[in-house]
């Protein structure tokens, strides 16, 4: 019985052992969150291409789109990371880590407030993460496979569904409204977004140290992207006589009207159907392949793993920078060069120095703090 009793008590309790889970980074995905965070400065300061709109195999079509793709992607993963990996959290842990995205869709949301207030020619992406956080909050109970069938439909139905509601904003000149912007008609809109949260989601609930695993995202990620691309094409051929379409907003302007070739092709940032398929196939590939690649080089990958595990930091470094710089048309990918380099300096020297980056440090500590006020009981409530 002695025995026993002292074997239990040696065990680390379920919240320690969450604790731990939670602290252990996944290195793969820091690196992958790096390329993603690099391919967003090539979007922002690399030479722009003539054909930008006409063809994603081209370099700014390789950024331009797919790398704030695979930086949401990531960001659900880092959701399911932190609400109890492959087992998800219930009782009052559930309700814990739901304060914690809540605080962190807070802080992000702001700090993208302050960084639009700068006025740069950036299309700022952290308010939509911050509603996209918002939009995983009922999901975090979910399977992996429910999770994917769910991104599926989304897939499929927000594309149309965007452009109808677009189309009545315009009607009723609301096209521009700040939650309007955010959810339908910017850069980024959440409604069609919210697939990638919730891949990320079902991917962060599966064994990423399975080989097995890894195997099936990388299939996965290749035939969606082969469909995706492929269908993107042929939709461009099929409705819009071989002419690029640059998504559902093309038509956002003209209510009442409808055409099939707004929904055709598979352009950056176009929100087709076509193209969410294909970035996310892109974007689970990069996962795969970063997974494994930073196992079996872990020095060479530490100063991307460095980048990548202050993504937030970075990215809001480098619309600091060009805003500090104003505004500049890059002829060549020397800035981007440049901008790549002096990242993976800095983030390496301060995370060997510092460790966490600072907005992740603020991000960690204040949700920490707010999920555990969130524990405690009202003035003349009785302790739990």
């Known amino acids: 019985m002695s025995t026993a009793v002292s074997a239990r008590r040696s065990l680390p309790s379920v919240a320690r052992r969450r604790h731990l889970r939670e602290d252990q980074r996944v290195v793969g995905l820091d690196v992958a969150r790096a390329l993603a965070v690099f391919g967003m400065f090539g979007a922002h300061v690399g030479a722009v291409a003539d054909d930008v709109g006409t063809s994603p195999a081209t370099w700014t079509g390789v950024v331009n789109g797919r790398s704030s793709i695979l930086f949401a992607v990531l960001a659900g993963i880092s959701v399911a990371l932190f609400s109890g990996r492959t087992v998800p959290v219930g009782g009052d842990d559930l309700a814990r880590a ?147 379409s640059e998504g559902p907003l093309d038509g956002a302007e003209r209510p009442g009207e409808w055409d099939p070739a707004w929904l055709s092709g598979a352009a950056p940032h176009s929100g087709t159907t076509s193209e969410v398929a294909g970035s996310v196939g892109v974007a689970l590939v990069v996962v795969a392949v970063c997974l494994v690649v930073a196992e079996l080089l872990p020095r060479l990958t530490s100063p991307l793993a460095a980048v990548g595990s202050m993504a937030l930091t970075v990215y809001t470094g480098s619309v600091v920078a060009v805003w500090a710089l104003g505004t500049i048309d890059y002829d060549s990918n020397g800035p981007w060069a440049a901008y790549v380099a002096v990242t993976l300096v800095l983030a390496t020297a301060w995370r060997l120095l510092f460790g966490r980056g600072p907005l992740e440090r603020l991000l960690r500590w204040s949700s920490l703090r707010a999920a555990g006020a969130a524990e405690r009981p009202r003035p003349g409530e009785p302790s739990p």
Do not use: K
């Not at 109970?141 to 149309?160: D, E, I, K, S």
């Not at 269908?231 to 051929?237: H, K, M, N, R, V």
């Open 98 to 244: 739901r304060v914690r995205l809540l605080v962190r869709a807070a802080w992000v949301f702001a700090i993208g407030g302050v960084l639009e207030a700068l006025g740069t020619d950036v299309d700022v992406i952290l308010g939509v993460y911050a509603v996209l956080f918002v939009l995983a909050l009922p999901f975090l109970r979910w399977p992996p496979r429910r999770l994917f069938l769910a991104a599926g439909v989304l897939a499929v139905l927000t594309p149309p569904a965007d452009l109808l509601l677009a189309q009545f904003a315009e009607a009723h000149d609301a096209y521009d409204a700040p939650f309007v912007s955010l959810a339908v008609t910017g850069a980024y809109p959440a409604l069609i977004w919210w697939t990638f949260i919730l891949v990320g989601l079902a991917v962060g609930r599966c064994d990423l140290t399975s080989a097995r695993v890894r195997l099936t995202l990388a299939a996965a990620g290749v035939s969606l992207a082969v469909a995706g691309y492929g269908a993107g094409w042929l939709t461009t051929q099929w409705w819009a006589d071989g002419r690029a």
